[in-house]
């Protein structure tokens, strides 16, 4: 039986459709995926186990990464300017890089240097680890990247206390993200994206803390 190559056509459109179901489930594939547990003694953080459904939403990501060229999707959280109001200064934190990361040649202290300097170069202030202790709201910007085969998770949260209303109890709580997936990335194209993102977070700050 011969294959019905006449049925060829259908498979760009098949790839085109996995890459948009692809960037509409950026966000639940980083929940997923990266699952950080902040501790109060190491101030480390670990990957959390990938569930059976976090499989399921990985596989357009397998397929589509084995499109040729670089490209990148992302998604970011509603409107949260509002939660920066007031921030004089970060601690930036810089997730640990796996082996797939370091083969591209991604270092985290090379992150660290670009981040800081997005920073200080908008006003907004470094803190060192005794000073974001010593802040009342404990204010960290945390960036995560894995990279899998041929594409990278990507995400840059800002995290700070908050007192929940329902207990009147603090707890450390994202209040502003970004996170996106590159396809066949490359070092340089990781650290765009994440300035990318930075930059992002900084045009909120700017927008809740304008100079008079």
Same mark, same amino acid.
């Given at each position: 039986?011969?294959?019905?190559?006449?049925?060829?056509?259908?498979v760009?459109?098949?790839?085109g459709?996995?890459?948009k179901l692809?960037?509409?489930n950026?966000?639940?594939?980083?929940n997923s995926?990266?699952h950080?547990?902040?501790?109060?003694?190491?101030?480390?953080f670990?990957?959390g186990?990938i569930p059976?459904?976090?499989?399921?939403?990985a596989?357009?990501?397998?397929i589509?990464?084995?499109?040729?060229?670089?490209?990148a999707?992302?998604q970011?959280?509603?409107?949260?300017?509002?939660?920066?109001?007031?921030?004089?200064g970060?601690?930036?934190l810089?997730?640990?890089?796996?082996?797939?990361?370091k083969?591209?040649?991604?270092?985290?202290?090379?992150i660290?240097t670009?981040?800081?300097l997005?920073?200080? &170069? !908008?006003?907004l202030r470094?803190?060192?680890?005794?000073e974001?202790?010593?802040?009342?709201?404990?204010? $960290? =910007?945390?960036? #995560?990247?894995n990279?899998?085969?041929?594409?990278?998770?990507?995400?840059?949260?800002?995290?700070?206390?908050?007192?929940?209303?329902r207990?009147g109890?603090s707890?450390?709580?994202?209040?502003?993200?970004?996170?996106?997936l590159?396809?066949?990335? &490359? !070092?340089?194209s990781?650290?765009?994206?994440?300035?990318?993102y930075?930059?992002a977070?900084?045009?909120? $700050? =700017?927008?809740a #803390?304008?100079?008079?």
């Amino acid at each position: 039986m011969k294959f019905p190559f006449v049925y060829l056509w259908f498979v760009p459109i098949f790839l085109g459709s996995l890459a948009k179901l692809l960037e509409r489930n950026v966000s639940r594939l980083m929940n997923s995926i990266v699952h950080c547990n902040r501790t109060q003694t190491t101030r480390r953080f670990r990957m959390g186990r990938i569930p059976v459904n976090a499989v399921l939403v990985a596989m357009p990501l397998l397929i589509v990464s084995m499109l040729p060229g670089s490209r990148a999707y992302g998604q970011g959280s509603p409107a949260t300017a509002n939660t920066l109001k007031g921030l004089s200064g970060v601690q930036v934190l810089i997730e640990e890089l796996n082996d797939a990361a370091k083969a591209l040649g991604l270092d985290t202290a090379a992150i660290q240097t670009d981040v800081e300097l997005r920073l200080r &170069t !908008a006003g907004l202030r470094v803190l060192s680890d005794e000073e974001e202790r010593s802040t009342p709201d404990r204010p $960290w =910007l945390y960036v #995560n990247v894995n990279v899998v085969g041929k594409a990278a998770a990507i995400g840059v949260n800002f995290n700070q206390t908050a007192r929940l209303a329902r207990t009147g109890e603090s707890a450390s709580v994202t209040t502003w993200s970004r996170t996106g997936l590159a396809i066949n990335p &490359t !070092a340089e194209s990781i650290r765009n994206q994440i300035k990318d993102y930075v930059d992002a977070f900084l045009n909120d $700050w =700017l927008s809740a #803390n304008p100079k008079n």
